[in-house]
């Protein structure tokens, strides 16, 4: 079975360029994060998604940043205009429904954003 | 983040037992994880403890918590090689939202 899919797996972009990061979650998952790591931070979760609705964006750092799930095998997460701090691993994970819980959460390999 | 806490780095020799501590602040965490990144690669969940048993073991690995003191620690028993990476201690409060310590990097020696 696929996993968790992300791209691009790596991106390197100029100050104030759009990037746009894309993720597959696995079939039948309706729980969709998006998680971003940094050595100072670690792991901070910056949105998630139920059946394609934001949940919780209070993660999400600034205006910049948006995120949307148009159905349920596609999100994006967009920064406009990137900025050299936004550089990190950004994660996408999904989560089968509540029946399902037993808190694992599948992570996709990460995209690495360096902003120059 | 600032809700979980743990050491950045760990060094252990090959064939000793390594101990990962973590700190959280939310009194209502239901589930305690502890996740395993390797390196170029996403976390995978390791093990998880229910926030009403105090330990829990899984052959080599054995989960402890201390619920009072809000301590929880992962005790790799005989650590190889292959057991170098980040470790992530992680907490939810029943539904799937899960938050993420800074993790610990572990590192052997052989």
């Not at chain 2, 780095?9 to 390797?38: A, P």
Request: charged content about 20%; overall charge negative.
């Amino acid at each position: 079975d696929a996993g968790v899919i992300q791209s691009p797996r790596h991106e390197v972009t100029e100050m104030g360029q759009e990037v746009t990061l894309r993720c597959k979650p696995i079939s039948g998952h309706d729980y969709l994060f998006w998680y971003r790591q940094t050595m100072m931070r670690g792991l901070e979760l910056l949105i998630y998604f139920n059946n394609n609705v934001p949940i919780d964006d209070s993660g999400m750092p600034e205006d910049r940043f948006s995120a949307k799930m148009p159905n349920a095998s596609f999100s994006t997460l967009k920064i406009q205009p990137s900025e050299p701090r936004d550089s990190a691993v950004y994660f996408c994970a999904s989560s089968p429904p509540g029946g399902e819980y037993t808190g694992e959460l599948f992570f996709g390999e990460g995209s690495r954003l360096t902003v120059l | 983040g600032e809700d979980v806490e743990q050491s950045l780095f760990l060094s252990v020799r090959e064939g000793d037992s390594s101990v990962i501590n973590c700190t959280y602040t939310d009194s209502s965490s239901t589930y305690l994880y502890w996740y395993k990144q390797e390196p170029g690669a996403g976390l995978q969940l390791l093990t998880y403890i229910f926030s009403n048993m105090d330990m829990k073991q899984d052959q080599r690995l054995t989960v402890l918590l201390n619920k009072k003191d809000k301590h929880l620690s992962l005790r790799i028993a005989d650590t190889q090689t292959g057991d170098s990476a980040i470790y992530f201690c992680g907490y939810s409060g029943g539904y799937q939202k899960v938050t993420f310590g800074t993790g610990t990097k572990l590192q052997v020696i052989p």
